[in-house]
């Protein structure tokens, strides 16, 4: 049996800003203008080319969809509960979700409108905000001024007196499907070309010529 030969530890188990890495602490070389390599960066800044890596998250910032902050309540995610009916919105009748909810301690959060995402062409639109309805509606106003789609909107936590004056209002036909509103409009018919090359803006052109001339 061959006697184990002495030799340093090379890979090191170290936390850095890009998480827990293996990494090799011979991975450098020194010249007399100074030390470089993926191992030497990440010993020395806890980092591989700190400022190459913050230059870049700033460029993928450019062009991200604005957002604005919220104040989310947090539930007890160890206690039994419905989450799925969370509100983030205080009211004077909020639901029971089976445990009781601090709104004066609220966790801020990202809050992305649908107009943000510059969305080209949407057919259809699902809304289920518990209570947020008219809120999400607003946010996406242009959008679907713009491209008119189908709207499926959970109605029983909303203002039922603004909600159909609203879609009203956008020219939408309402119509009770259980918890939900169906809104809907005539103009929300696609041709029978396929539109998947152009925008929501010009399919209403092209729907608008050909029943013009029926």
Aim: glycine content about 8%.
């Amino acid at each position: 049996m061959k006697p184990s030969s002495n030799r340093p530890v090379a890979f090191v188990l170290t936390a850095t800003n890009h998480g827990s890495m293996l990494v090799n602490r011979n991975d450098f070389h020194s010249t007399r203008n100074g030390s470089y390599g993926v191992g030497y960066q990440l010993f020395k800044n806890s980092s591989f080319d700190p400022f190459g890596i913050d230059f870049a998250l700033q460029l993928l910032e450019i062009g991200k969809p604005q957002y604005s902050e919220i104040g989310v309540p947090v539930p007890d995610y160890l206690s039994p509960s419905i989450f799925g009916s969370l509100e983030i919105s205080k009211r004077a009748s909020n639901e029971f979700i089976g445990q009781a909810i601090d709104y004066d301690k609220p966790q801020v959060t990202r809050s992305i409108t649908t107009d943000s995402l510059g969305i080209a062409r949407g057919d259809f639109i699902e809304i289920d905000f518990e209570g947020m309805e008219l809120e999400a509606l607003l946010g996406a106003e242009p959008t679907i001024l713009r491209c008119l789609p189908r709207l499926l909107i959970e109605k029983i936590k909303s203002d039922e007196d603004r909600l159909p004056e609203m879609l009203n209002a956008w020219s939408y036909q309402l119509f009770p499907l259980g918890l939900n509103i169906l809104a809907y409009t005539v103009q929300t018919r696609w041709p029978k070309k396929s539109m998947s090359d152009r925008s929501c803006q010009g399919a209403q052109r092209t729907k608008s010529k050909r029943t013009s001339r029926l």
